[in-house]
């Protein structure tokens, strides 16, 4: 694609994305209040609920790339070329590097997680600067009997947020 054609295409992916990311962030604190809590207290936290929260739950869990040069690997080759999935959100449930991969710790000590998000930085951006009057919205809870779920196999996240305001 010309440049610009695949800069929209890319920027179409990185708003979905970030969309989901950002649902699955705000479904996961209005499940934890404590931790809800502490990132209203103390805004800060709200880059490492935003690298938590991509790892545990990515929202672009693959990308599939071009090979540029030939490489090697454990059970083989990859030629120049060849088109190679890479799975970006497997890297965060890596027990040797992320203990209890399943549990949601915004405190976790470790490597940074690899950014399963097309473009980490803008998604980073909304997050600093939405959450923080979004959280201070009184009363935001999720709808009574609503629970949150991640779907979706190329992009993952929540389609659905039911919350209610006030209260």
Same mark, same amino acid.
């Given at each position: 694609?010309?440049?610009?054609?695949?800069?929209?295409? +890319?920027?179409?992916?990185?708003?979905?994305?970030?969309?989901?990311?950002?649902?699955?962030?705000?479904?996961?604190?209005?499940?934890?209040?404590?931790?809800?809590?502490?990132?209203?207290?103390?805004?800060?936290?709200?880059?490492?609920?935003?690298?938590?929260?991509?790892?545990?739950?990515?929202?672009?869990? /693959?990308?599939?790339?071009?090979? +540029?040069?030939?490489?090697?690997?454990?059970?083989?080759?990859?030629?120049?070329?060849?088109?190679?999935?890479?799975?970006?959100?497997?890297?965060?449930?890596?027990?040797?590097? /992320?203990?209890?991969?399943?549990?949601?710790?915004? /405190?976790?000590?470790?490597?940074?997680?690899?950014?399963?998000?097309?473009?980490?930085?803008?998604?980073?951006?909304?997050?600093?600067?939405?959450?923080?009057?979004?959280?201070?919205?009184?009363?935001?809870?999720?709808?009574?009997?609503?629970?949150?779920?991640?779907?979706?196999?190329?992009?993952?996240?929540?389609? +659905?947020?039911?919350?209610?305001?006030?209260?």
């Amino acid at each position: 694609l010309p440049l610009p054609d695949a800069l929209a295409v +890319r920027a179409r992916g990185a708003e979905r994305a970030t969309a989901y990311a950002l649902a699955s962030l705000l479904g996961t604190l209005l499940t934890r209040p404590a931790h809800l809590a502490a990132v209203r207290d103390e805004p800060a936290l709200i880059d490492a609920v935003w690298a938590e929260t991509l790892r545990h739950d990515p929202p672009a869990p /693959y990308l599939v790339l071009r090979a +540029r040069e030939r490489v090697r690997l454990p059970g083989g080759a990859v030629a120049a070329g060849e088109r190679v999935l890479c799975l970006l959100g497997a890297a965060g449930w890596d027990p040797a590097g /992320y203990p209890d991969p399943g549990r949601w710790d915004p /405190y976790r000590a470790g490597p940074a997680p690899v950014p399963a998000h097309p473009w980490p930085d803008l998604g980073l951006l909304t997050v600093r600067y939405g959450l923080p009057p979004l959280l201070g919205v009184r009363g935001l809870a999720l709808a009574p009997g609503f629970a949150p779920r991640v779907v979706g196999v190329r992009v993952r996240g929540p389609r +659905r947020l039911l919350v209610r305001l006030g209260g």
